[in-house]
């Protein structure tokens, strides 16, 4: 939220001024009226001029989204958004052709984008939002590939009694190797 301070010979005259440093349109403000315009003692030495305080309201959803669609245009391969909010989530889905270079290798480009994006819709958010982006349902497929590598590699550690080393993993995937395993009577992790 940013706040402005204004002042106007009218209350009228200092929001439109606010409206202009600020730069959005007045659905997106909240204004205060601090001072009324009125004249002086007697009418002598001048008129006291309006003050008013504009509180700009991001909407954290709009700025994310806003935030997003400007990399897309910058990347130069074009997608469509879509989002998708619940209670506890915030989801955007990218959809188009030539997705790979938003997953990048191993999804760390995806991940990036929603670090970034998680960042701009805090910004302007009163409670933390749990940003999720996905590209063409690839945060699903991956966790089903490394549900698989995870009962394969639980499998031939039991087979050879010793321990399976994995290649180094986000947070998340490793998240996912442990719950797949965490019934597995024979195998921890």
Known sequence: MRKVLTEGKTVEEAIQAG??????????????????????????????????????????????????????RCIGVPVDLEVYETEDRLRFHLVGEHLGLYIGRRGETLDALQYLVSLVANRYANQYLNVELDAGDYRQRREEALKNLAQRLAEKAVRTARPVPLEPMSARERRVIHISLREHRDVYT
């Open 19 to 72: 409206l202009k440093e600020l730069g959005v349109p007045r659905e997106q403000v909240r204004i205060r009226v601090l001072e009324e315009p009125a004249r002086r003692f007697l009418g002598w030495f001048g008129r006291r001029q309006a003050r008013v305080e504009l509180e700009w309201l991001v909407d954290p959803v709009d700025e994310a989204r806003r935030f997003l669609l400007d990399v897309v």
